[in-house]
């Protein structure tokens, strides 16, 4: 979701992709749908089922932490790369 502007975050080596792309380190349940390609419904059951981070909570707002989800993508990634955890 970026702007068409270069920040300084997009610029930086030592980012993550994720960050990269989302410069805030808070994302939106939108937002992370739009990272997983997914609908937003979708990322609500899998917080539900426990599949995907449970989100913090600031004041009315939902939130996801940019690492978290960066982690669980690698985590899935590795899983995917090793047959482990694969539903059947």
């Known amino acids: ?8 975050i997009e610029n930086r ?7 990269r792309v989302h410069s805030p380190a808070l994302l939106r349940a939108a937002d992370v ?3 997983l390609a997914i609908s937003v419904r979708c990322v609500w059951r899998l917080v539900a089922s426990g599949d995907l ?3 913090i909570k600031l004041g009315g707002s939902t939130r ?3 690492c978290d989800l960066e982690a669980f993508i690698a985590e899935a990634g590795a899983e ?7 539903r059947r």
């Open 13 to 19: 080596d030592d980012v993550s992709p994720v960050a």
């Open 80 to 86: 995917q790369r090793t047959g482990v955890g694969a």
């Open 33 to 35: 749908a739009a990272l």
């Open 53 to 55: 981070p449970r989100p």
């Open 64 to 66: 996801w932490r940019a």
């Open 1 to 8: 979701m970026t702007t068409g502007r270069s920040t300084a």
